[in-house]
């Protein structure tokens, strides 16, 4: 006698079950939502047709899918960011509270970890994506990638050498974050020139992207005086709010109820080292609600 055929559902199913965790792979991949979620169409559509008799594995299956199409996607999105007006930076997520709680999890989806994971090549940035936060093996990982498990060891020790020497200097607890952000707001708020500078490291960077869409700064400000000047100029009606952006305390800035502006924040040793000012409204839908991000 037969087996039974696995039922449609059963694709269904297991895909809806890993479904998270694969959004999580592909934006950590992309720092894009909206092409995170192309990348699940087509996970999805690949998935549909694999026969999962033959499949000993759902999530491995799954995530090697997810990694194949968003490394296509990757090069794809590298070509037009080439032609993007100003600074390019990730699409936030407004984030559930268990992401913040997931340290890990929470650091590898911060603004600033996925600029320095800009800095890899596509094939480097998904190796390390897949070992560090995911902690896949080498051979999955090879599997995935298209290459040999020997090769993908060197390509993660070369990114994990590449990122430690670029990502923030320690790690920076939440209450931290969240009083150094406090205290810009204030400063911001009040127009107070000097307690912006006290709370803005000397050599702080504010990016800017407003994707030719909306006013934007289209070269990185740098320097604690350059910065602050800047902020200083924040329209009087608009409000600061406080909000949680993939993982971390931010900044949400409204003008008449309407969200203009997202501010995350770099802190190191207490103070602000890099500001990232998302205000290209096609990057602003993800915060109309939570994003579930799963390891």
Same mark, same amino acid.
């Given at each position: 006698?037969?087996?039974?055929?696995?039922?449609?559902?059963?694709?269904?199913?297991?895909?809806?079950?890993?479904?998270?965790?694969?959004?999580?792979?592909?934006?950590?991949?992309?720092?894009?939502?909206?092409?995170?979620?192309?990348?699940?169409?087509?996970?999805?559509?690949?998935?549909?047709?694999?026969?999962?008799?033959?499949?000993?594995?759902?999530?491995?299956?799954?995530?090697?899918?997810?990694?194949?199409?968003?490394?296509?996607?990757?090069?794809?999105?590298?070509?037009?960011?080439?032609?993007?007006?100003?600074?390019?930076?990730?699409?936030?997520?407004?984030? +559930?509270?268990?992401? *913040? @709680?997931?340290?890990?999890?929470?650091?590898? &989806?911060?603004?600033?970890?996925? =600029? #320095? $994971?800009?800095?890899?090549?596509?094939?480097?940035?998904?190796?390390?994506?897949?070992?560090?936060?995911?902690?896949?093996?080498?051979?999955?990982?090879?599997?995935?990638?298209?290459?040999?498990?020997?090769?993908?060891?060197?390509?993660?020790?070369?990114?994990?050498?590449?990122?430690?020497?670029?990502?923030?200097?320690?790690?920076?607890?939440?209450?931290?974050?969240?009083?150094?952000?406090?205290?810009?707001?204030?400063?911001?708020?009040?127009?107070?020139?000097?307690?912006?500078?006290?709370?803005?490291?000397?050599?702080?960077?504010?990016?800017?992207?407003?994707?030719?869409?909306?006013?934007?700064?289209?070269?990185?400000?740098?320097?604690?005086?350059?910065?602050?000047?800047?902020? +200083?100029?924040?329209? *009087? @009606?608009?409000?600061?709010?406080?909000?949680? &952006?993939?993982?971390?305390?931010? =900044? #949400? $800035?409204?003008?008449?109820?309407?969200?203009?502006?997202?501010?995350?924040?770099?802190?190191?040793?207490?103070?602000?080292?890099?500001?990232?000012?998302?205000?290209?409204?096609?990057?602003?839908?993800?915060?109309?609600?939570?994003?579930?991000?799963?390891?």
């Amino acid at each position: 006698m037969t087996a039974p055929a696995e039922s449609p559902d059963a694709a269904t199913e297991a895909f809806l079950a890993h479904r998270n965790l694969l959004f999580t792979v592909a934006y950590e991949m992309l720092g894009s939502a909206a092409d995170a979620e192309d990348v699940l169409q087509e996970t999805w559509l690949r998935w549909a047709a694999v026969d999962l008799a033959a499949v000993e594995h759902p999530r491995a299956y799954l995530v090697r899918i997810t990694t194949r199409q968003a490394l296509g996607r990757l090069r794809t999105l590298g070509r037009r960011k080439e032609s993007y007006v100003g600074p390019w930076l990730p699409e936030p997520l407004l984030t +559930t509270a268990d992401v *913040a @709680e997931d340290v890990e999890l929470a650091d590898s &989806v911060s603004m600033a970890m996925l =600029l #320095v $994971l800009e800095t890899l090549t596509p094939t480097e940035r998904a190796v390390f994506v897949l070992r560090e936060v995911f902690d896949l093996g080498y051979e999955e990982i090879a599997d995935a990638v298209g290459k040999n498990p020997a090769a993908v060891r060197q390509i993660a020790h070369r990114a994990r050498s590449h990122v430690a020497a670029r990502r923030p200097r320690g790690p920076v607890s939440r209450d931290e974050t969240r009083d150094a952000l406090a205290a810009f707001q204030r400063a911001v708020e009040t127009g107070d020139l000097q307690s912006l500078l006290d709370i803005l490291a000397p050599d702080v960077v504010l990016l800017g992207d407003g994707g030719g869409i909306v006013q934007a700064v289209l070269k990185p400000l740098v320097g604690a005086g350059r910065v602050a000047r800047a902020l +200083t100029r924040i329209r *009087a @009606e608009a409000s600061l709010e406080p909000a949680q &952006v993939n993982g971390h305390p931010a =900044l #949400v $800035l409204r003008l008449g109820g309407e969200l203009d502006t997202v501010l995350a924040a770099r802190i190191d040793d207490g103070l602000i080292t890099g500001l990232y000012a998302v205000r290209n409204p096609e990057k602003l839908s993800r915060m109309a609600q939570e994003t579930a991000l799963r390891r």
